[in-house]
């Protein structure tokens, strides 16, 4: 690995010594990147306080006798937890929450004002990152190629790699974040449940899903750019009332040229129908009305409705290594009023902060977007909103686990929290349940797979 890192360090520096001298990141901070910054753009060193510790490299390979359901080939869970044997160092409550209050973000404070029950555990700081050799190398080799486009804003020139290592702005944070890395193609099978006031657990969904991301295909260096780069087909398998249910949605990297598409089949009409409304902030049925569509996983669609700002990066608690909040059951993770604290693993990390404020003369449910974006790996376990009153809306947690499989890290499931209704609900949960295998890669999909047309042909009647 360190051998790895010094050759991208030459490539990028090499590299951005011939860049023109408009180019956005210098040849001075490409020159960092596999040195002081880690491959992925994240600082290598640890803090002074030495509460973060040095970037060593992090989990590539699958720790003795870890064992997938679906085999090594498709990797996915269960997965041995590589920090079961971490204590937490201390644990924060409403009674000492003034002692953390810097480093804990607005949408939890909210949590703890709320619940007396609330509380966040505190683990050592595990870097455990790590990603193939060929990611590293594209991001350094191809660090001034992406570039934002239009007021969307699209991306254009990026592939295979992280497209803005050393941002300079909120939009460029986010494209990191909607573009983290992920297999290829791979299958899951998420749970959705929802919480009332009342302590009542429901069911809302349970789905299969497939993807295809050729955005992560290194067998090619670049794409089409009016073909969309993302495709997922998610098909309800329960409750009975809604078995059959599916949809179909497509993205695009050139979003200032195109809009994200969906489709949906709905077994009582035996029809496929274009379902331009599954955008921006209209309510997903399946996730039992808690979610809108431009948060699944945290921010999922165009970003034009927001103005993009970096806030800077800052030490803050989040969600990570969150192993066994994953690994158990829906109903053992989800507890009266909020998630199970005595499950969920939060560390000290350095994130970048980054707002969205709704633009003047666009509408949305939801004021203003903030995303803490973990600087080792661009995924982001905590997002919150704000409504037009400039209260708290929603809140989500997501738990990310070094997938040492693939390898990568990966957030997908989420907790969300709405804070009007005082609802709560886990969703996208890919692991926990006895016909649950985690995210699992496959090889191939028929051509025709990620298409209305195969969308009606696989639906139930």
């Known amino acids: 690995m360190q051998k790895t890192i010094h050759i991208i360090a030459a490539a990028a520096a090499g590299l951005a ?8 990141v210098t040849a001075e901070e490409a020159r960092q ?16 306080a030495g509460t973060i510790p040095e970037w060593t490299g992090g989990l590539c390979k699958a720790p003795a006798g870890y064992s997938p ?4 080939q498709a990797g996915g869970a269960p997965y041995i937890d590589p920090v079961a044997a971490d ?14 209050a810097d480093k804990i973000d607005d949408g939890t404070k909210e949590l703890f004002r709320r619940y007396p029950t609330f509380a966040i555990d505190i683990y050592p700081t595990r870097r455990l990152a790590c990603y193939a050799d060929w990611v590293y190398e594209n991001t350094a080799k191809r660090i001034n190629q992406p570039k934002l486009v239009g007021n969307a804003p699209g991306i254009t020139g990026a592939h295979a790699q992280v497209p803005f290592p050393i941002p300079k702005s909120g939009a460029e944070v986010m494209w990191n974040v909607i573009l983290k890395f992920e297999p290829v ?10 919480m009332d006031t009342s302590g009542t657990f429901t069911r809302a969904s349970f789905q299969v899903a497939d993807t295809e991301n050729l955005y992560w295909d290194n067998t090619v260096t670049s794409l089409p750019e009016d073909k969309p780069y993302r495709r997922q087909v998610a098909s309800n398998l329960e409750p009975a009332s809604q078995a059959g249910l599916a949809t179909l949605r497509v993205a695009f990297l050139r979003q200032d040229q195109h809009d994200d598409m969906a489709w949906s089949y709905v077994p009582g009409q035996r029809r496929v129908r274009l379902a331009p409304e599954f955008k921006y902030d209209t309510v997903s049925t399946t996730s039992g009305g808690l979610l809108i569509f431009d948060e699944i996983g945290g921010f999922d669609g165009k970003l034009d409705k927001y103005n993009w ?41 350095r994130v970048w902060v980054v707002e969205g404020s709704l633009k003047e003369g666009e509408r949305h449910v939801q004021q203003k977007k903030v995303f803490l974006v973990d600087e080792d790996s661009w995924v982001s376990p905590v997002y919150y909103s ?25 957030t997908g499931a989420f907790v969300l929290y709405d ?43």
Request: aromatic share 10%; charged share 25%.
């Open 386 to 410: 704000v409504d037009h009153s400039g209260k708290i809306h929603h809140l989500m947690h997501l738990p990310p686990i070094q997938e040492y499989d693939k390898p990568g890290t990966r």
């Open 69 to 72: 359901k679906q085999g090594a």
């Open 185 to 194: 193609r791979y299958r899951f099978k998420l749970d959705a449940g929802l």
């Open 419 to 461: 804070m009007p209704r005082n609802l709560y609900g886990f969703q996208t949960k890919p692991q926990g349940r006895p016909d649950q295998f985690g995210y699992m890669k496959v090889s191939a999909y028929p051509s025709n797979f990620f298409t209305p047309d195969s969308l009606a042909g696989r639906g139930v009647r």
């Open 87 to 100: 204590k937490p160092l201390f644990r924060i409550t409403r009674a000492n929450l003034a002692q953390y």
């Open 17 to 24: 010594l011939a860049l023109p001298a408009l180019a956005e």
């Open 33 to 48: 990147l596999g040195t002081t910054l880690t491959p992925m753009g994240a600082e290598r060193a640890g803090n002074k």
């Open 309 to 349: 700002k970096l806030l800077g990066k800052r030490e803050m608690y989040i969600p990570a290594n969150d192993y066994r909040f994953l690994a158990a059951t829906t109903e053992e993770t989800m507890k009266k009023d909020h998630a199970n604290p005595d499950l969920f693993r939060w560390e000290l990390r």
